[in-house]
């Protein structure tokens, strides 16, 4: 599976096509000259200097203005220093967000990474009415996302056995690596899967049961068309996902043992989305949006639908779709984890909220009024008093919103401020990676990431082998990355969280699974 954040190499071309001088596809129908844009040579006027361009406005996030990216505000939520150490071909990333028709703003976060055509950490406004449905900027991981749980256990519990042991009965309920199956429901029929992705949450607490809060999952249900029928089979294979609801995946996907510096007790959090089920939806829609317009979406990074299109709705199903299946996948996670929990520890847990963060899906906005806010590797931060929030739990507060960082370093909950609107109501959803997957595999030492990890107290799988692209070495300092948030006025820190264990489907398999050896690979899936 592809990760889009472990991509290297490759160099994603713009997203139009250019006749003669005219950008056919551009949002206005822009005229660009030759000079300024090139799809043979890829050449942007400001790319040299666009660091040097972004102008600090006083309000605690850059302003971008460039030949290149013309009249789309683009804000960049950067520290100096990340700013500083922002890989400079994200400029090309950046200027592709801005070219999808009907683009309002742009909002960089501060984990903010190379991606797939648009960059990860990047939210992304269209016009309701007449812009574009954006791909790229949703992902193959379709509603991937977070959910995080507290208990009253002091974290002095979790010596070195009982975190072993807990390792260990997490992964007797719960698959990991890119093969994963699920252990709680198998394989689901097509009618049962159907009804699973058309009612989300609330058909799965219906049909079966739940011992958690359905009211704090960021969504109960994702609305699809009764008539939508997704299309199985082809390039992606979708129906990968009737066997993985309750597996974990791999990459970047994580359940974690956190001891809380404020409440001194552990915590839980746990990453992961649509497994192989959005995967083949969003493969199989890429390619059709580029059969319906093979002279204008000539990278399949950087896919469309628009309103006229025949696929614009059926796409915004598929995007329902997938994140029903995650949202009900971290759901069944986290109450595999809690019978761990409990066995182990003997104690509750309490689920804090379930989020997504790659999703495109219609709000309101004060500036721009109603838009489909993309969010690829960004995360919703809806403030207190925020019209969605009305009648639910969290319309005084906000609702929390969670931050992972790497498995060695700080994960918070936060909660979003008033600010957030100046970021499309949005934040980052983790630290953001600063080192290739190749790179940390040529770069970095395995004995000694191991034993920094043990000197630490950190038990990563059941085996103390840590997967070398995941370590903290290739993530970005969670602290300037949150401090650049709160900085900003976008959002306070409620809970600040340290590792004490890691679960994580590895290449090579560094886990285990009822007492054996896993054989899967690690999909490279974000």
Excluded at 196 to 215: M, P, Q
């Amino acid at each position: 599976m592809h990760c889009a954040t472990c991509s290297e190499g490759r160099i994603p071309r713009l997203l139009y096509s250019i006749k003669g001088t005219t950008c056919e596809a551009g949002p206005w129908n822009v005229t660009y000259t030759r000079e300024t844009i090139s799809t043979k040579s890829g050449k942007l006027a400001n790319a040299h200097n666009w660091k040097q361009l972004a102008r600090w406005n006083g309000e605690r996030f850059y302003n971008l203005r460039t030949e290149d990216i013309r009249d789309v505000p683009v804000r960049m939520f950067l520290t100096q220093r990340l700013m500083q150490d922002a890989e400079d071909i994200l400029y090309r990333q950046i200027i592709n967000a801005t070219r999808f028709p009907g683009v309002k703003l742009v909002v960089i976060t501060p984990d903010v990474h190379y991606g797939y055509g648009v960059p990860v950490g990047c939210v992304i406004l269209t016009d309701h009415d007449g812009g574009a449905i954006a791909m790229g900027p949703v992902g193959y991981d379709i509603g991937c996302g977070m959910v995080s749980a507290k208990s009253e256990v002091p974290a002095s519990a979790a010596t070195h056995d009982r975190k072993l042991a807990f390792n260990r009965e997490v992964m007797k309920r719960v698959d990991l690596g890119a093969g994963g199956k699920s252990i709680k429901l198998g394989t689901v029929d097509r009618t049962e899967f159907d009804n699973l992705i058309h009612g989300g949450a609330e058909y799965y607490v219906e049909k079966y049961g739940a011992t958690f809060d359905r009211s704090r999952a960021e969504r109960h249900r994702l609305p699809v068309d009764d008539d939508w029928h997704p299309p199985l089979g082809g390039r992606g294979k979708p129906e990968r996902g009737f066997a993985q609801l309750g597996s974990l995946g791999g990459g970047n996907h994580f359940i974690e043992l956190q001891r809380c510096e404020e409440t001194g007790t552990l915590f839980v959090q746990a990453h992961t989305g649509s497994r192989g089920w959005g995967h083949g939806l969003a493969t199989n829609y890429f390619d059709l949006a580029r059969a319906e317009k093979p002279d204008v979406i000539t990278d399949l990074d950087l896919g469309y639908f628009t309103p006229e299109s025949n696929h614009y709705r059926e796409y915004l199903n598929a995007v329902a779709a997938g994140g029903n299946f995650a949202i009900i996948n971290r759901l069944i996670i986290f109450e595999q984890i809690a019978e761990a929990f409990e066995k182990v520890f003997g104690g509750e847990l309490e689920l804090i909220y379930e989020i997504s963060h790659n999703l495109v899906q219609k709000e309101w906005h004060p500036e721009y009024g109603d838009v489909w806010v993309h969010r690829k590797g960004a995360t919703r931060a809806f403030p207190a008093g925020h019209p969605a929030l009305r009648g639910t739990m969290w319309e005084e507060t906000g609702h929390p919103v969670l931050i992972p960082g790497s498995n060695k370093d700080w994960s918070y909950v936060l909660r979003p401020a008033p600010g957030a609107v100046s970021s499309g109501y949005s934040v980052n959803h983790g630290a953001g990676r600063r080192m290739s997957r190749g790179e940390a595999a040529r770069s970095l030492s395995q004995r000694k990431i191991d034993d920094e990890y043990a000197a630490a107290g950190i038990l990563v799988n059941v085996d103390g082998h840590v997967p070398i692209d995941e370590s903290s070495a290739c993530y970005k300092r969670s602290k300037e990355v949150v401090g650049a948030v709160v900085g900003a006025g976008l959002a306070t820190v409620e809970y600040t969280l340290w590792p004490l264990a890691s679960l994580k489907g590895t290449e090579g398999a560094g886990g285990r699974r009822g007492g054996k050896r896993l054989k899967r690979k690690s999909s490279k899936h974000h």
